[in-house]
Nanobody
Framework: QVQLVESGGGLVQAGGSLRLSCAASGRTFSSYAMAWFRQAPGTEREFVANVAWSGSPYYADSVKGRFTISRDNSKNTVYLQMNSLKPEDTAVYYC??????????????????WGQGTQVTVSS
């Protein structure tokens, strides 16, 4: 059974940084894309970034240049380094992964496994 456990959220002032981690277990980590989504109250879950099995990263326009996604296959962990945080980045951040090897997706419904979420709050 695939399990994803996020950590690293918290409260930070605008302009600050946070690093989220997501530890995966239950299957071969390196063959699958990993992604981060976020959801603010009253909004739909939105794509933030993903990293393909090959290591290629993709970003939403809203975070490009500020966030960096990376993966460490030796630790079965994906990271999201968030810099220059803005109040509009406030949300619950979720880690997700797919059922299909060697494919990369950008919408929430294509991801089968999800973590419990970690709250990120950016104060102005």
């Amino acid at each position: 059974q695939v399990q994803l456990v996020e950590s690293g959220g918290g409260l930070v002032q605008a302009g600050g940084s946070l690093r989220l981690s997501c530890a995966a277990s239950g299957r071969t980590f390196s063959s699958y894309a990993m992604a981060w989504f976020r959801q603010a109250p009253g909004t739909e879950r939105e794509f933030v970034a993903n990293v393909a099995w090959s290591g290629s990263p993709y970003y939403a326009d809203s975070v490009k240049g500020r966030f960096t996604i990376s993966r460490d296959n030796s630790k079965n962990t994906v990271y999201l380094q968030m810099n220059s945080l803005k109040p509009e980045d406030t949300a619950v951040y979720y880690c997700a992964t797919t059922k299909v090897r060697y494919e990369t997706y950008f919408t929430a419904h294509e991801y089968a496994y999800w973590g419990q979420g970690t709250q990120v709050t950016v104060s102005s």
